[in-house]
């Protein structure tokens, strides 16, 4: 561990084999943990990685908390303040910045995507690019992706598999175990659904409000309804 550690590399903490064992120039305060933990670093600061390969390829992104195996092992240059906790959380990451990730494969896919919350095993999973989403519950928004030239989501979803089934819609909130879980390949937008399994098979409909136990079901494509 840290065999190439020079005279401006300060405050580190390399523990395991092949663990930051790059040639560092000024790297700072760093913690990595595990086999080959942070064994591309160079230049990066404050980033604390514990896992088999977690960090492995960062050279100079900084302030980022790594936890579990190959969790944000992608990342290199950019991806800054990024906390990815879980097997393969942010596994993909490259330049998408302020993510936070917690659980196994949670936000696995997401690339260039920025300031997401994903809290849960596969919360949204299958993200490449959007941003501004937060998903708390196993499944959550899982199959929710804005592609990598994707600007914003703003989607939602607290509750197992809340959203589950919405690929690119945007601005929806669903809280509760399956709100909005709608139909695989279909996307909605701009709705509101509060209880357990309301506008459960929502496909394109837009703007609807449902509050309480299962309501509005079995709306689809219908837009501006109140239940």
Known sequence: AGNLIGSGDNYNVFIGHNVADADMTNA??????????LSALTE???????GYSAGEAITTSSN????????????TTGASD??????????????????????SNSMKAVTVGSSNTADGYYGLSDE?????????????????????SATAM???????????????????TYIGFESGLGASGQSNTGNVGVGY???LD???????VAMGYATAQNITTGSANIA
């Open 28 to 37: 700072t305060e760093n913690v990595g943990m595990g086999y080959g933990a």
């Open 44 to 50: 990066g600061d404050a980033n604390i990685t514990i």
């Open 64 to 75: 980022n908390i790594l936890i579990g195996a190959r969790s944000g092992d992608a990342i």
């Open 82 to 103: 990024t906390v990815a906790i879980g097997s393969n959380a942010c596994g993909s990451l490259t330049t998408g910045t302020s993510n936070v990730a917690v659980g």
């Open 128 to 148: 490449v690019g959007g941003q501004n989403s937060t998903s708390v519950g196993n499944g959550a928004l899982g199959k929710q992706n804005g592609g990598s």
């Open 154 to 172: 703003d989607n939602v979803g607290i509750g197992v598999n809340a959203g589950f089934q919405n690929v690119t819609g945007t601005k929806n």
């Open 197 to 199: 399994k309301n506008l």
């Open 202 to 208: 929502i496909t394109t409909g837009t703007y609807n």
